[in-house]
């Protein structure tokens, strides 16, 4: 996790805390039922309540502020105030509300946090409703900020004026606002794990492509059926490469692409590249990210014929390794100087080293932390090997369908 979601977890359990202690008086009056006699103290089960009420508002909101989310939040953040009534707004318009009063009030919604919305602070004020059977008497706005600023506000509802209510509500709103910027957190990573993909995509040499619609081109007349194969696996290797949707993959798409892209490999090198696959079949089924392989087989390829007019030999293995898969990439080519191998991993590209080797293993490490980064083999003329090792399972990680 970064140090942005480090900080904002641990406000966000701060502020959980400060509800927690505020509202644990109301509770407390209220009494717990006799189910909650085990939990502690009426402060104690109050906490807890606040805690458990919060953890069931925060997915909604993970998924940023919109009217479906804020119409799933409102209910459980009125539970968490106690009041009477309570609306979530952005800053245009009302979301959701909950509770008695929206015929009337929601109209009002609007102006009432139009200073909010300006000034990014909270204020009460009067709600301005003369029903007398109305139990909405005050209001407190608390805005509702994100890394752009204030994106809309909370507003709830009480019978009279509180100074609690005022500090409740605020402390809310504080939450609320972590949980929105976790939120922006998530697309943000979304969107750089996406970036990191078409990165990955523009590297797919168009050298390459030419070189293997060259290499198909030249068995059309020798060898029709050749060139029709080679033809099929250039159609389902870019099909899978440029594929739209998805994170994660199978080990078994992984490899069936890799071998793809061998074949066209092979089609132009000839009996150059030699290649050897050992793969257990227990492993086949694990997830791991999308387009991590191919990269390492495309670097171990490149080098590995460099200079090297006898030709060279891959080796690709997978294998079970208890509760991870352990996925080597070797080659006997000219290798790599450490201190280049190093640049190249800081993210340092020099000339005619890619960006394959950074790419997957930085994309490895955000997904399952450092310890599951590249470990890397190599010198100059002792070939390279290159160690992937993924977990079986891991909370979150899924292939998608293609």
Request: hydrophobic content about 45%; proline content about 5%.
């Amino acid at each position: 996790m970064s140090g942005i979601a480090l900080a904002a977890a641990a406000a966000a359990g701060a502020v959980l805390l400060a509800a927690g202690f505020v509202l644990g008086r109301f509770a407390a009056r209220r009494g717990g039922r006799a189910a909650d006699a085990d939990l502690g103290t009426p402060v104690e089960r109050a906490t807890f309540h606040t805690l458990h009420t919060a953890s069931l508002a925060a997915p909604p909101l993970r998924a940023g502020l919109t009217e479906e989310t804020a119409r799933k939040a409102a209910r459980t953040l009125r539970s968490l105030l106690g009041t009477e009534a309570l609306c979530l707004t952005d800053r245009g318009a009302v979301l959701a509300w909950d509770g008695p009063g929206e015929d009337h009030h929601r109209a009002h919604v609007p102006g009432q946090a139009a200073e909010t919305l300006a000034t990014g602070r909270s204020r009460s004020a009067h709600s301005g409703c003369d029903d007398p059977a109305c139990p909405l008497r005050w209001a407190v706005i608390a805005p509702l900020t994100g890394e752009d600023g204030v994106l809309g506000a909370l507003v709830a509802y009480g019978s009279r004026e509180s100074a609690v209510l005022v500090r409740a509500a605020t402390e809310l709103a504080r939450w609320v606002s972590v949980q929105l910027e976790l939120a922006e957190l998530d697309r943000s990573r979304t969107r750089i794990v996406e970036a990191e993909i078409r990165a990955l995509r523009a590297q797919i040499s168009p050298h390459f492509i030419f070189n293997s619609l060259a290499a198909i081109a030249s068995f059309v007349r020798t060898d029709p059926e050749r060139a029709r194969e080679l033809l099929l696996e250039f159609a389902d290797f870019t099909r899978y490469s440029f594929r739209r949707h998805g994170e994660f993959a199978q080990l078994a798409d992984e490899l069936r692409s890799v071998e793809q892209y061998l074949a066209l490999a092979g089609a132009r090198f000839g009996d150059r590249l030699k290649v050897t696959l050992q793969i257990a079949p227990e492993v086949l089924p694990v997830t791991l990210p999308f387009l991590c392989l191919q990269p390492l087989v495309e670097n171990a390829v490149k080098h590995g014929l460099q200079d090297r007019e006898r030709g060279c030999r891959v080796t690709i293995a997978a294998r079970d390794a208890g509760a991870e898969a352990v996925v080597t990439v070797e080659d006997d080519g000219i290798g790599m100087d450490p201190e280049l191998l190093r640049a190249v991993l800081r993210g340092e590209h020099p000339a005619g080293s890619g960006i394959g080797l950074s790419n997957v293993d930085e994309r490895l490490r955000q997904v399952y932390g450092a310890e599951h980064g590249l470990v890397i083999e190599t010198g100059v003329g002792a070939g390279m090997k290159v160690t992937v090792r993924v977990p079986k399972y891991r909370s979150g990680v899924h292939p998608s369908a293609p």
